[in-house]
């Protein structure tokens, strides 16, 4: 993390608060320790949302643009398990 930088934790622990507005940005990482999910810098770029739409825009980005989950490259059945 940069010398400026700051860490903001959440924690989720009623349906409302899915709906917190937050912005994230395009040098920000985010990441859910209890399922082990991590997305790294600059995955998906900035946007304004809640929550919840960060949560979808990242369950999009890995449905759409990783091909090693599906057809000929899949391995196993872990990513889709884990997308679903």
Known sequence: ????GKK???T???ESDLNRD???SNTAAFSI?????DMEIGSMGS?????????MKAHDELQKNNPFGKGDSKT??????FLD
């Open 22 to 24: 937050l912005f994230k």
């Open 47 to 55: 946007c304004f949302t809640t929550v919840e739409g960060l949560l």
């Open 33 to 37: 320790p209890e399922i082990g999910f």
């Open 12 to 14: 989720v622990s009623e």
């Open 76 to 81: 196993d059945g872990q990513f889709l398990e």
């Open 8 to 10: 903001i934790t959440l």
């Open 1 to 4: 993390m940069s010398e400026k």
